[in-house]
């Protein structure tokens, strides 16, 4: 299967328009300098309010809220490692990461081995309602007053949120982005599994065009399409950062991989709900500039075990 041109827009999300680009003029500028660089606390930096659906600046000032724990029970699960690489196909040793030549996407190639520590994951992506929290903690610019989540939509994927934006979120919950690596173990597990909840395509266990063809869903709420680990939504509602730059793979065998050191995008991986079934298989990769929030791309944290 070819890849399409890196120029394209991610599938079913809008290129931005100029007064888009200019709302996020400040992150671009920092980008210029140095994309390793964390930009400065401002929305700009962290989101962009045009893509976030789910967010609204209002007047009322509602007591602060302590971030949420780590170890909340049932927020946050833990997943196992792999042991040594020690051969395709050895269950519970060896983590095949990507697909097989002629299957999936060219960037999906080559198939390589790769040890997974173990490590702890959010078990859905983060909340309009969490991501409000958050900016009105760290005093995210808010000029019109603390924002807060748009009613009726507090339960849904968080979106338009930047790489810089993802991140900053996570460390301030005490966590970080997952690896790409990280999040397709997750996702795929020892089995190798194409989705989340097995090798077939079934609509009806993640929010997808197929069954949906309008805006999220509550987080969770189809818990039939679990990954083997007990993580939800890993396909559909939305895309999520992950913690590398998008690079080519490499065809050695690898152990916690992170990624290149420098690049130009980040990885996104998981689909969402304007995407057909390609984009939702456990090892499919897209990728997107840092600096820009687009509706459509959300995030979860991970932890060290």
């Not at 795929?188 to 909840?197: K, L, R």
């Not at 065809?251 to 390609?278: E, H, L, T, W």
């Amino acid at each position: 299967m070819s890849r399409p041109p890196c120029d394209r827009p991610i599938p079913g999300v809008p290129r931005m328009g100029p007064s888009q680009v200019a709302g996020v003029a400040l992150a671009l500028a920092v980008a210029l300098v140095g994309c390793h660089r964390t930009p400065a606390t401002s929305i700009d930096s962290y989101l962009n309010p045009r893509e976030a659906g789910g967010l609204s600046r209002g007047t009322a000032s509602p007591p602060s809220v302590a971030p949420p724990r780590p170890t909340e029970v049932g927020s946050v699960i833990t997943v196992p490692g792999t042991s040594e690489v020690t051969g395709p196909g050895v269950q519970g040793g060896a983590f095949r990461m990507g697909r097989p030549a002629r299957q999936g996407f060219t960037d999906e190639q080559p198939m390589h081995l790769v040890k997974v520590s173990a490590f702890r994951l959010d078990r859905t992506e983060v909340t309009n309602e969490a991501f409000a929290q958050f900016l009105n903690a760290t005093k995210a610019e808010a000029a019109d007053g603390r924002w807060q989540a748009v009613a009726g939509k507090e339960r849904w994927p968080v979106v338009g949120v930047t790489w810089f934006g993802a991140e900053a979120y996570c460390k301030w919950k005490g966590g970080r982005l997952p690896t790409e690596a990280e999040w397709e173990w997750a996702a795929v597990g020892p089995e190798w599994q194409v989705y989340p909840w097995g090798d077939q395509w079934d609509p009806r266990k993640c929010c997808c065009k197929q069954n949906r063809g309008q805006p999220y869903l509550d987080v969770g709420s189809l818990p039939a399409g679990a990954s083997w680990c007990g993580a939800l939504d890993l396909a559909g509602n939305c895309w999520e950062w992950c913690a590398d730059w998008y690079g080519p793979y490499s065809d050695q065998p690898q152990v916690d991989p992170r990624g290149p050191s420098r690049g130009a995008d980040r990885v996104i991986r998981g689909g969402f709900y304007k995407n057909m079934a390609d984009l939702f298989r456990g090892s499919c990769r897209l990728h997107q500039e840092p600096h820009v929030g687009r509706d459509g791309i959300g995030f979860r944290c991970a932890y060290d075990a």
